[in-house]
């Protein structure tokens, strides 16, 4: 074998006996440091803070005995309450076969131009909504609104708003009472 392949190197030689030497050095140092009563006076304080915690909590207890608290039967007392509800006459269900007494209409869209409002209305048709045309002067400017409707039935108003949802129209809702 080799000369060069058993060499270990120098400060190995030298390192490894004092981290050897201070350890046991280190060693001696605590087996000469006289043991205290440092134990003995953290259990001594455990035990007060114990004693004072357990003196507490009976104070705390004797405090919350002392307040008696009436205790409520909920159900008993709820079953022989009433409660007197007066008539309201707006409370009151419709019945099936009254007259409607509103109309609604929905407002699809208000353009400048006839033939936009009537592209739209041409559109709402094919979609199978009932669309109409109302014109009107605002401010010395014609407007041309679409409307649909009318409906006297609520379900089928929904119906058509959700129509007009799905092709991105966001409609206006006007309600308006039934002459009789």
């Known amino acids: 074998m080799s000369d060069n392949s058993s060499k270990v190197p120098a400060w190995v030689w030298v390192t490894t006996p004092a981290i050897a030497i201070g350890f046991v050095g280190f060693i001696f140092y605590l087996s000469t440091i006289p043991a205290g009563d440092e ?13 004072e915690s357990a003196a507490k909590a009976r104070e705390d207890a004797a405090i919350i005995e002392s307040k008696v608290k009436p205790s409520y039967d909920f159900y008993r007392l ?23 007494k509103y109309e609604y209409r929905l407002q699809a869209g208000s ?21 109409y045309l109302e014109s009107s ?29 799905s092709r991105n129209v966001s409609p206006l809702v006007l309600k308006q009472k039934v002459s009789d």
């Open 39 to 51: 134990l003995e006076a953290v259990r001594g304080d455990a035990r007060k803070v114990l004693e």
């Open 78 to 100: 709820l079953e022989k309450q009433t409660v007197e509800v007066p008539d309201v006459e707006e409370y009151k269900s419709t019945p099936k076969d009254a007259a409607a």
């Open 111 to 131: 353009f400048r131009s006839d033939s936009d409002a009537d592209r739209m209305r041409a559109e709402l048709i094919l979609e199978g909504l009932p669309a």
């Open 137 to 165: 002067a605002v401010n010395g400017s014609t407007w041309h609104r679409v409307f649909v409707g009318p409906y006297t039935d609520r379900s089928k108003l929904n119906k058509a708003q959700d129509i007009l949802v």
